[in-house]
């Protein structure tokens, strides 16, 4: 019986101590803390920094080299000779067009010519009477004045059909008055078109006329200006960059992407600037008062721009604005950071902490 209660009373006492030992760590078990990382901190140069502006642009022809098509007649689009993009000469057919109105000119020319006859023959004859004293001289200048109206009548409406073009007594052609190539096509078969000028069938670019169009973020556009230099760069390593200069800056900001339209005009007619094509174009800008900091050190999080410095023994994020990021540059220009201040070189590093 002693044995017993001798064993049980040890079982309880080793039970004992082992809960005390989960519940009361040991002193060495308190002090075991994770090694921080070594951090590299750099300082962040400051002053005027020059840089290169980047932005996209498109080959577009120049507004003062397009010319609009439109119908001089009420009619339906016979048939479409041309395809946009397809190079032009002058006088090269571009539509043809069937309407009634032709029909009614050739009815007026027929009629006209008809009587320019009537009118030479009637003051033929009057000549001779005039000769045998039997009409009166300003019976033969009234006979006269009638020929010279017929015949400028049948002329005009001659003149009008061979502007037309008509190819029959029901249709006429349109021609292009310049060379260049086919931009825009504004109809189609069978559609019904009418003598509106608003309403142009298709437009006619000159290609030595071009205007590079490039779309600008509004916090670079800054570095624009009219008459301000600008290298044209094509996508091709093997062409040198053409040279342009600013001639416009748009008004109108596009909000839903923060961009402007600036217009450039190449500094001369080269074939490889071609209508529709994309480039790219680049200006060199000075930047004031600004941090110089690598592009690592900086960290975008919930849609703000921070970089890291050190207080003590913690490193403290700290908003700052990017002013610059030029993505063939290992480094970024930014503002908000106080003089003399340091940062971590890798920001990411200390974001996984």
């Known amino acids: 019986m002693r044995f017993s209660f001798f064993t049980l009373t040890c079982t309880v006492g080793l039970l004992l101590f082992t809960g005390c030992d989960k519940v009361h760590p040991s002193d060495s078990q308190k002090i075991v803390e994770p090694v921080a990382p070594s ?36 009619g339906t689009v016979n048939k479409i000779h041309v395809a946009i993009g397809n190079k032009i000469s002058t006088n090269s057919p571009l539509i043809t067009i069937r309407s009634s109105d032709v029909s009614d000119i050739h009815s007026d020319q027929l009629s006209a010519k008809a009587a320019y006859t009537q009118a030479k023959h009637s003051y033929a004859m009057n000549q001779e009477l005039f000769k045998l004293g039997a009409i009166t001289a300003n019976d033969l200048a009234l006979s006269l004045s009638n020929l010279q109206q017929a015949e400028a009548i049948e002329n005009g409406l001659s003149q009008k059909l061979n502007y037309y073009s008509a190819s029959s007594e029901q249709t006429l052609a ?18 019904k078109v009418s003598n509106d000028a608003t309403q142009p069938l298709m437009r006619i670019a000159n290609i030595h006329k071009k205007v590079v169009v490039a779309t600008v973020y509004e916090k670079d556009l800054s570095a624009f200006y009219v008459g301000k230099k600008v290298d044209i760069k094509v ?119």
């Open 39 to 74: 951090i590299t901190m750099v300082s962040p140069q400051f002053g005027n920094f020059s840089t290169q502006i980047l932005a996209t642009a498109s080959i577009q022809p120049s507004p003062d080299g397009i010319v609009s098509i439109t119908a001089p007649v009420t």
């Open 174 to 191: 349109l021609h292009s008055p310049i060379t260049g190539v086919v931009y825009e096509i504004g109809t189609h078969l069978g559609e």
């Open 235 to 353: 996508d091709n390593d093997e062409v040198a960059p053409i040279k342009g200069v600013v001639t416009y800056i748009s008004d109108v900001l596009d909000t839903e992407n923060k961009t402007n339209k600036v217009y450039i005009r190449p500094s001369s007619d080269v074939p490889q600037l071609r209508i529709n094509m994309f480039v790219n174009i680049s200006v060199s800008t000075d930047i004031k008062d600004v941090f110089r900091i690598p592009k690592k050190s900086l960290l975008f999080k919930e849609g703000k721009f921070i970089v890291f410095i050190k207080n003590k023994n913690q490193f403290v994020p700290l908003n700052v604005k990017l002013i610059r990021d030029d993505p063939k540059d290992d480094f970024s220009l930014v503002k908000g950071i106080p003089l003399n201040t340091q940062i971590a070189l890798e920001a990411i590093a200390l974001e996984k902490e």
